[in-house]
């Protein structure tokens, strides 16, 4: 047994013991990760001899493992929990066979809720399902924040996965970012407690051989987009300050510092019009180094956002990297810049041979390289991973989405809804809760389900009340590749869209509940409305439990609701809730009786 090798020793003794004996290439392969998929059966992806391995989606595991040398892996894609247990196991042996058996460190985004975005979450049959994080920060508990933490580390675990890219730390404050939805709310002390109840339901009170690690993103605050744009895309490169409210986005970040968050993902935006450099946070020095390295005093690993440096395409368009304000750099040239800004991993590249020719060329120092190899190492060695990387199938299938998970992930998903209006404009009283039986006429919601509560009906003629489930709007003419998953633009409905909605409304009382990804323009729809509720992510049943009165709705805006889009526009990005007379102002909710 080496030193490396023996758990009794300390773990600082174990990372310099490893090190020394590592070669460069052993070294640059563990400063990238990148995505990696799986089959539905759980064995590792293994394309046909030839295939290009430019796209690490259809790249080969034993290629990336065995050829590349890395060992940091981001899982695209799902299986059933137990053939992802045994996914794991699979890869861990391929890892094992390397000269220094070097475990695999296995990352994911969001699994836990309702939306699916290959760039922000991925929903996973299997596992307990939440509301999105702005319906925790709806109910504003924190202690659920850390119930949810903690059971998704179970189940992570109970898979083998090990660090969580996530909470967003990020605030919406520009209401038409498309990614609002991964965030706290719009205020920063309330997504401050959430962050931090987050990271420790996944790491707990200090990393250990049961945490789950956290990449708290996006440094400083990806919120403030110009024109609420996002920066995977060349339009979104900007973030912008108009209300010089940079340090109120830091809020967030500073509480995941004090919880002791393992890791930092910078943005991929530019900072326009600041005191630092207008270059992608992943490139820059001023805010790795300066801000979040010297002053804050993170010590931990920085993982910059994915795809910085090389050209791909992604169903079948062209996706340029994020390389905002380093466009002019050649592949080399932007890692360097990324090495020398103080990152310690590239997400989403798989190029190794870019740090080994830094450092021989004399770019880039071996005393850099391996000042984050160590950290990288520290880590895998505090989790654990040395001394045993392997999971239990039969295990990791009990677990994951069991009764008691699915059932409090359930009950979070009916206490963030979020109760707008409940009176119809010409009545005395309440619609909600409605009568169990009532005669029921339902849009987006499924029958069987419908049926269990109340007596479902085909015709508003027959109705004695109708539930429609819509969503906020977005601008769909964005459909081509990659851009088809960000609900971006606009926030108000047209004419065309807000039609069949009012027919519904001027022909029976109507409950009308909106998924809020983003806030939504609705000022005709609230009018005409008999009652009008939010969700942030919520089954049929989790709406038709408050609507039907088995569960109280907790919830309150995690932001406003503007009253016009022409509000929306003349706002700044940075600074929430500042549009002129909203329709429903945050932290407004009813509480029904």
Request: aromatic share 8%; glycine share 8%.
């Amino acid at each position: 047994m080496e030193p490396y090798e023996d758990q009794r020793r300390p773990v600082d003794e174990r990372v310099a013991d490893l090190l020394r004996r590592m070669t460069l290439e052993e070294k640059a392969g563990m400063l990238f990760q990148t995505m990696i998929a799986i089959n539905a059966d759980g064995t590792l992806v293994e394309p046909e001899a030839g295939a290009p391995d430019s796209d690490p989606m259809r790249a080969s595991t034993t290629a990336m493992v065995t050829g590349k040398l890395m060992n940091h892996f981001n899982l695209f894609g799902a299986a059933a929990p137990r053939r992802m247990a045994e996914w794991n196991n699979r890869l861990q042996d391929l890892a094992a066979a390397n000269r220094l058996g070097i475990p695999v460190t296995i990352s994911t985004d969001p699994r836990n809720s309702f939306v699916d975005n290959p760039a922000a979450s991925v929903h996973t049959e299997g596992f307990s399902l939440w509301p999105e994080p702005l319906g925790l920060a709806a109910v504003g508990d924190g202690e659920l924040a850390r119930l949810q933490g903690d059971i998704i580390r179970r189940e992570y675990l109970a898979v083998g996965i090990r660090l969580a890219l996530h909470p967003m730390a990020d605030l919406a404050t520009e209401p038409r970012w498309p990614r609002v939805m991964g965030t706290f709310g719009s205020d920063a002390q309330t997504a401050a407690r959430m962050v931090a109840a987050h990271v420790r339901g996944l790491q707990g009170e200090a990393l250990g051989r049961t945490s789950v690690a956290a990449m708290t993103k996006h440094f400083p605050g990806a919120g403030p987009q110009k024109d609420g744009e996002d920066a995977h895309f060349p339009y979104g490169r900007e973030q912008v300050y108009p209300g010089d409210n940079f340090d109120y986005h830091l809020i967030p970040f500073e509480a995941a510092f004090e919880a002791g968050t393992s890791q930092i993902m910078p943005y991929y935006a530019l900072p326009v019009g600041t005191e630092y450099e207008e270059i992608g946070f992943g490139f820059n020095k001023d805010v790795i180094t300066g801000l979040l390295r010297e002053k804050y005093g993170f010590d931990g690993i920085v993982c910059t956002d994915w795809g910085l440096v090389t050209d791909t395409e992604i169903f079948g368009a062209p996706f340029p990297a994020r390389a905002w304000g380093a466009e002019h750099l050649d592949r080399l040239t932007r890692v360097e810049r990324i090495i020398e800004a103080g990152a310690d991993q590239l997400g989403g590249e798989a190029a190794p041979e870019l740090i080994v020719e830094l450092v021989r060329t004399g770019r880039v120092t071996a005393d850099r390289i391996d000042e984050s190899v160590a950290r990288l190492l520290r880590e895998k060695f505090v989790l654990g991973l040395f001394d045993d990387p392997y999971v239990d199938p039969d295990k990791a299938a009990q677990i994951c989405g069991n009764a008691e998970f699915t059932a409090v992930g359930l009950n979070a998903q009916s206490r963030s809804i979020t109760v707008l209006k409940d009176r119809p404009d010409d009545a005395t009283a309440p619609l909600l809760p409605l009568e169990p039986g009532v005669r029921l006429y339902a849009q987006g919601i499924d029958p069987p389900v419908a049926a269990r509560y109340a007596t479902v009906v085909t015709t508003l003629e027959e109705a004695d009340v109708a539930v429609l489930r819509i969503a906020t709007p977005h601008d769909n003419t964005r459909t081509s590749g990659f851009e088809s998953f960000f609900r971006a633009g606009r926030l108000d409905f047209t004419e065309e869209e807000r039609g069949p909605i009012l027919a519904v409304t001027t022909a029976v009382p109507t409950v009308v509940d909106i998924f809020l990804d983003r806030a939504a323009v609705i000022p005709e729809i609230a009018d005409a409305a008999a009652a009008l509720v939010a969700n942030y992510g919520a089954s049929d049943t989790a709406l038709l439990d408050v609507l039907f009165g088995r569960t109280k709705p907790e919830g309150s805006l995690p932001f406003e609701l503007p009253r016009s889009m022409e509000s929306v526009i003349a706002g700044n990005e940075d600074v929430p809730n500042d549009s002129v007379d909203p329709l429903f102002a945050y932290g407004h909710g009813l509480r029904l009786s």
